[in-house]
């Protein structure tokens, strides 16, 4: 593609810093590989030359994860993805509202409603537990007085 191609389609500002950083960065490799093939000798070991690779390669990727016009890009994706899940999910929240269905919160306060009166229920039966076992010693002292 032609500069004016580029520019005419609306991608220019937004693609062109990647094909610049990826251009510099295939430059630079071309570069370290030709200085590394030239240095590498009839009894140069294929480890040496594969771990001085993997080293080169290593400090490439680490340039670009660092670099700043990636940092930004990929906070600009996060950013647009929690936006999108956002949108999501209020459509989602007032397409059940519309049509009448529970959505997760409603079911998430319907639980701990629940939850709360079992408690109330289970202290009630505690104390109606605690009075009939007062009962229970008041019937078997009268017995045992013989009244």
Do not use: C
């Amino acid at each position: 593609m032609t500069e004016n191609q580029v520019s005419s389609n609306g991608l220019d500002p937004m693609v062109q810093p990647y094909l610049d950083f990826w251009k510099a960065i295939l430059q630079e490799a071309n570069e370290k590989t030709r200085q590394l093939v030239e240095s590498i000798d009839d009894s140069a070991d294929v480890k040496t030359w594969q771990r001085r690779w993997s080293e080169a390669v290593s400090r490439s990727m680490d340039a670009y994860l660092r670099s700043p016009v990636f940092l930004q890009a990929m906070k600009q994706n996060t950013d647009l993805m929690i936006k999108v899940k956002r949108q999501a999910d209020d459509l989602a929240t007032e397409v059940a509202r519309n049509a009448n269905i529970p959505t997760a919160g409603d079911i998430s306060g319907l639980f701990e409603r629940l939850h709360s009166v079992e408690d109330v229920i289970l202290q009630r039966l505690d104390r109606i537990e605690e009075r009939l076992k007062s009962i229970e010693e008041q019937t078997e002292m009268s017995q045992g007085a013989g009244i």
